[in-house]
């Protein structure tokens, strides 16, 4: 069950779900301090998930530092792996059971496939301009094999990957920040995977079970994870769960205007850190960047919240250029 306030009407839920596959880097810190003023300027209830479903990339020395380094920086959350809370386990690792209850109710309704195609093949085939999450456009080739193709299939060793039968009409939602959208499925990606054929659980279906199961109302993300909503959408109507809202929010650029991203390791925030940069600092600069601080002084994210509103964040993404780095340090 969502949360529910003291006086009756359910407060908004939000979540930050962190990939623990390196250390917070000023990027991950600018999504999660914009995404926690969003819903704590609300009064919101903030879940931590940790996104550690990727059993390759995954680090569980990753996700303690993450959990460290987003509290030092001055964040807080009310439910979560450090702190517990109704809705746990908050380890994706650990919720395989709601993922596995999700595709055999989509298996019953007939809305997921077997796909026993390899990367190769996919590769061969690709010939749509958009990509799936694994970077291979899918043409649908599984779609229609029949119960004793499949069946055939298996016996001989292929192992198989699930996808989900996407419908064709358009997936349309209001964006908080960036108003209506519009994605057609089928053009974009195609039948998407929810389960790889190692067994590993797509991001696309963790995602969606979670934020259905944990009562989250409003999600805020960056916006290269815009695709990833239809689908997301997608899924959480067939299976009877109240879609969020959605606010994407624009992104962190380096000064070459790439996403900042873990492989920036300078700007990990431990290493800020161990170079004396404080938290009150960072968020001074972000802020600054976000539009909230206009002569970027020194604060904390509690400072900011009485001032803060979503409409004031900026509509495009932003740079963070060398002197801004230069201006961190003491
Ligand atoms: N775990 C994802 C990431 O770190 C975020 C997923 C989401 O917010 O839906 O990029």
Not at 137 to 165: D, H, K, M, N
Not at 175 to 194: H, I, T, V, Y
Request: hydrophobic residues 40%.
């Amino acid at each position: 069950m969502p949360p529910r306030g003291a006086d009756g009407p359910a407060r908004i839920c939000g979540r930050l779900a962190p990939s623990p596959t390196g250390y917070a880097h000023l990027g991950n810190a600018w999504a999660f301090l914009l995404a926690w003023l969003v819903v704590r300027a609300r009064k919101g209830v903030l879940i931590m998930r940790m996104e550690d479903i990727d059993p390759q990339r995954s680090r569980p020395e990753f996700a303690a530092a993450l959990l460290e380094d987003l509290r030092w920086l001055g964040l807080d959350w009310d439910q979560g792996p450090d702190v517990g809370g109704p809705l746990g386990p908050y380890e994706q690792s650990r919720r395989g059971a709601a993922y596995a209850e999700t595709l055999t109710r989509l298996d019953a309704a007939g809305l997921i496939y077997p796909c026993f195609c390899t990367r190769k093949e996919l590769r061969l085939l690709a010939a749509a301009p958009h990509v799936d999450d694994a970077g291979a456009p899918y043409p649908g080739t599984c779609r229609e094999l029949s119960a004793a193709q499949c069946e055939g299939l298996f016996r001989s060793g292929r192992r198989a990957a699930v996808r989900l039968r996407c419908p064709s009409e358009p997936i349309e939602f209001e964006d908080a920040l960036l108003g209506p959208q519009s994605f057609r499925l089928d053009e974009c990606g195609g039948d998407f995977a929810l389960r790889r054929s190692d067994g590993v659980v797509a991001y696309q279906l963790a995602v969606a079970v979670d934020d259905a199961l944990m009562g989250v109302t409003l999600v805020v993300r960056g916006r290269d994870i815009l695709p990833s909503t239809p689908r997301q959408i997608a899924l959480l109507r067939m299976l009877d769960h109240a879609v969020p809202t959605y606010a994407h929010i624009p992104l962190l650029l380096d000064c070459e205007g790439q996403r900042l991203a873990k492989r920036h390791r300078s700007l990990a925030l431990r290493s800020l850190r161990e170079r004396g940069v404080t938290p009150q600092r960072i968020v001074g600069l972000l802020s600054r960047l976000a539009g909230l601080n206009p002569h970027g002084v020194p604060v904390s994210p509690a400072e900011l919240l009485p001032d803060f509103a979503l409409e004031r964040l900026p509509g495009t993404d932003r740079r963070v250029t060398d002197q801004d780095l230069r201006q961190l340090a003491p």
